[in-house]
């Protein structure tokens, strides 16, 4: 009987040990938000939202954590992620600063939690606590790899597509929202079809806003389809390898990228017509399928190649402007939905324009700083994996690497080639879900590089050639002697 009683007695401990740890995660008693205006901007091929609001501490416990949920449908999960943004920053006082943020609470811990299914976290930490009844303001930042459907997904060749998003009409917050808007922003042509009700949305132009919506609960979610016509390509690349050889010898920077690239615009129901194509192309129609691309190069680009699996294309051409080199490039034939086309394209610049000096020693030893863009490539793509691989000179000691750009996986190793002895010093990054918006992220190295041992090379030359020579004597005089 004893034991029974302390056996419930435990059992109830445990309970309670749980409610209270459970407690200490549920979010919503921290925090209300006033005045949310959210931004669905679905004017590129990959879906985009941005959200700016008020926090307010509601609480009496001390905690310096935020957590912003996300639909996971959207986002994928920890092991499937098709996030390629997500910014958080706090304007308290000025200046507007930038918040860590990072997966979580566990799913471990979730399970102490009541959630809807479908949600994903993040937490982010407050530049610095917030009094109770302070507030403070938050604007966040997302983008995600697909987010949009091409409906229907079989087109003719010339029929436009049209894509639909699907999404809430509330922000998902785990946190009461007192006041709220949502602002739907579409390309030039609108939407041709649109959930509604009473009053809502608004129609100006190409935005449709919902709201305001008044008091909405934790969690609280409302379903609305919005279907717009987009014409255009949905570029994917696959797989891009972009490399970065670094000569000092040469004083030269050589760029060269390999794409792997699919168009995931809706698919052609019926074979491809070259004909029907012709005349679209006279007619100047817009169409789902990638005719070209124009990439932007960093002043004094030269010596630009694009090829393909076949060879040289010719049907490239390079604006070589000093300031702003531009390289437009035309696939052999167009790329429809579903298509796949891989192409490799290259150029150089001079050292001296991204390479800086820090220091110089008397052993010989100097101390550099290489500074590249994160990402080149076309406008409006989305990258479901990158590989940037920078390969320095043999013998080049890295120091650091930073980038404002954090979430990459680093991996260094030794490249070596016929004449290099010791192998040059090869750092490569690997990045998942990017979009052309990296473009403006760098990437900063420092590594050390001895004059000494850019001699290496021509002294190893020297001496084979050296050795051929004595060879070549030695040979010679037995071969004297033996005719002797
Ligand atoms: C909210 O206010 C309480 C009481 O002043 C404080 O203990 C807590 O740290 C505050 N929360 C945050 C997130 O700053
Ligand atoms: C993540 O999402 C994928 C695909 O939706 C699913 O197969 C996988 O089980 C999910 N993983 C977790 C940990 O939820
Ligand atoms: C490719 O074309 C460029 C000029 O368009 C030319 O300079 C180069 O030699 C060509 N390369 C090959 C391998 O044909
Ligand atoms: C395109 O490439 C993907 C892999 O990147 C492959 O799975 C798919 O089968 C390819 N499609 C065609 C039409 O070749």
Same mark, same amino acid.
């Given at each position: 009987?004893?034991?029974?009683? #302390? &056996?419930?007695?435990?059992?109830?401990?445990?309970?309670?040990?749980?409610?209270?740890?459970?407690? $200490?995660?549920?979010?919503?008693?921290?925090?209300?938000?006033?005045?949310?205006?959210? +931004?669905?901007?679905? +004017?590129?091929?990959?879906?985009?939202?941005? *959200?700016?609001?008020?926090?307010?501490?509601?609480?009496?416990?001390? /905690?310096?954590?935020?957590?912003?949920?996300?639909?996971?449908?959207?986002? @994928?999960?920890?092991?499937?992620?098709?996030?390629?943004?997500?910014?958080?920053?706090?304007?308290?006082?000025?200046?507007?600063?930038?918040?860590?943020?990072?997966?979580?609470?566990?799913?471990?811990?979730?399970?102490?939690?009541?959630?809807?299914? @479908?949600?994903?976290?993040?937490?982010?930490?407050?530049?610095?606590?917030? *009094?109770?009844?302070?507030?403070?303001?938050? /604007?966040?930042?997302?983008?995600?790899?697909?987010?949009?459907?091409? /409906?229907? &997904?079989?087109?003719?060749?010339?029929? $436009?597509?049209?894509?639909?998003?699907?999404?809430?009409?509330?922000?998902?917050?785990?946190?009461?929202?007192?006041? /709220?808007?949502?602002?739907?922003?579409?390309?030039?042509?609108?939407?041709?079809?649109?959930?509604?009700?009473?009053?809502?949305?608004?129609?100006?132009?190409?935005?449709?806003?919902?709201?305001?919506?008044?008091?909405?609960?934790?969690?609280?979610?409302?379903?609305?389809?919005?279907?717009?016509?987009?014409?255009?390509?949905?570029?994917?690349?696959?797989?891009?390898?972009?490399?970065?050889?670094?000569?000092?010898?040469?004083?030269?920077?050589?760029?060269?990228?390999?794409?792997?690239?699919?168009?995931?615009?809706? &698919?052609?129901?019926?074979?491809?017509?070259?004909?029907?194509?012709?005349?679209?192309?006279?007619?100047?129609?817009?169409?789902?399928?990638?005719?070209?691309? %124009?990439?932007?190069?960093?002043? @004094?680009?030269?010596?630009?190649?694009? +090829?393909?699996?076949?060879?040289?294309?010719?049907?490239?051409?390079?604006?070589?402007?000093?300031?702003?080199?531009?390289?437009?490039?035309?696939?052999?034939?167009?790329?429809?939905?579903?298509?796949?086309?891989?192409?490799?394209?290259?150029?150089?610049?001079?050292?001296?324009?991204?390479?800086?000096?820090? %220091?110089?020693?008397?052993?010989?030893?100097?101390?550099?700083?290489?500074?590249?863009?994160?990402?080149?490539?076309?406008?409006?793509? *989305?990258?479901?994996? *990158?590989?940037?691989?920078?390969?320095?000179?043999?013998?080049?000691?890295?120091?650091?690497?930073?980038? +404002?750009?954090?979430? #990459?996986?680093?991996?260094?190793?030794?490249?070596?080639?016929?004449?290099?002895?010791?192998?040059? !010093?090869?750092? &490569?990054?690997?990045?998942?879900?990017?979009?052309?918006?990296?473009?403006?992220?760098?990437?900063?190295?420092?590594? !050390?590089?001895?004059?000494?041992?850019?001699?290496?090379?021509?002294?190893?030359?020297?001496?084979?050639?050296? $050795?051929?020579?004595?060879?070549?004597?030695?040979?010679?005089?037995?071969?004297? %002697?033996?005719?002797?």
């Amino acid at each position: 009987m004893a034991s029974m009683i #302390y &056996k419930t007695l435990q059992l109830y401990l445990l309970l309670l040990l749980v409610v209270s740890e459970a407690a $200490a995660f549920v979010p919503s008693s921290a925090f209300e938000i006033q005045n949310l205006f959210r +931004t669905v901007d679905l +004017t590129k091929s990959y879906l985009r939202e941005s *959200a700016s609001f008020i926090i307010e501490n509601i609480s009496e416990e001390p /905690q310096n954590e935020y957590y912003i949920a996300v639909p996971s449908e959207i986002v @994928g999960n920890a092991t499937d992620s098709h996030l390629a943004i997500m910014e958080v920053k706090e304007k308290r006082v000025d200046p507007v600063v930038s918040l860590a943020v990072e997966v979580g609470p566990s799913n471990a811990d979730l399970a102490n939690w009541w959630v809807p299914s @479908g949600v994903q976290f993040y937490k982010v930490q407050l530049s610095e606590p917030l *009094a109770a009844g302070e507030t403070s303001t938050i /604007q966040m930042a997302t983008a995600t790899v697909g987010g949009v459907e091409a /409906q229907p &997904k079989l087109i003719k060749q010339p029929e $436009a597509q049209n894509l639909l998003w699907t999404g809430s009409k509330l922000a998902l917050s785990p946190y009461k929202v007192v006041r /709220q808007r949502t602002k739907v922003k579409l390309p030039d042509r609108g939407a041709n079809a649109y959930s509604k009700a009473k009053n809502d949305p608004q129609v100006e132009d190409t935005t449709l806003t919902y709201g305001p919506y008044l008091d909405s609960e934790p969690f609280a979610t409302e379903t609305i389809q919005v279907r717009y016509e987009y014409n255009f390509p949905v570029v994917e690349v696959t797989k891009l390898e972009r490399e970065l050889w670094v000569s000092h010898s040469g004083g030269n920077l050589a760029t060269e990228e390999r794409y792997w690239m699919t168009n995931s615009a809706a &698919k052609l129901s019926e074979t491809f017509s070259r004909l029907r194509w012709q005349a679209s192309g006279m007619a100047g129609e817009r169409s789902t399928a990638i005719k070209g691309f %124009s990439v932007r190069l960093r002043p @004094g680009a030269r010596d630009v190649y694009f +090829t393909d699996e076949i060879g040289n294309v010719s049907t490239s051409n390079f604006r070589a402007d000093i300031r702003d080199p531009v390289l437009d490039f035309r696939p052999r034939y167009p790329i429809f939905g579903g298509w796949n086309y891989s192409f490799t394209l290259g150029w150089n610049h001079d050292l001296g324009r991204s390479l800086k000096v820090l %220091s110089s020693e008397d052993s010989g030893s100097d101390t550099y700083m290489l500074r590249v863009p994160l990402l080149e490539g076309p406008d409006n793509a *989305a990258y479901d994996m *990158a590989e940037v691989s920078i390969i320095l000179p043999e013998g080049a000691n890295v120091v650091d690497i930073f980038s +404002t750009y954090r979430d #990459y996986e680093k991996e260094q190793s030794l490249l070596k080639s016929h004449l290099d002895t010791i192998g040059r !010093t090869v750092v &490569k990054l690997t990045l998942n879900n990017i979009v052309d918006e990296h473009r403006r992220n760098e990437l900063y190295i420092t590594y !050390t590089y001895s004059s000494a041992s850019s001699l290496h090379k021509p002294i190893i030359v020297s001496a084979a050639i050296a $050795a051929i020579f004595f060879a070549w004597i030695i040979l010679r005089r037995i071969d004297v %002697s033996i005719s002797k």
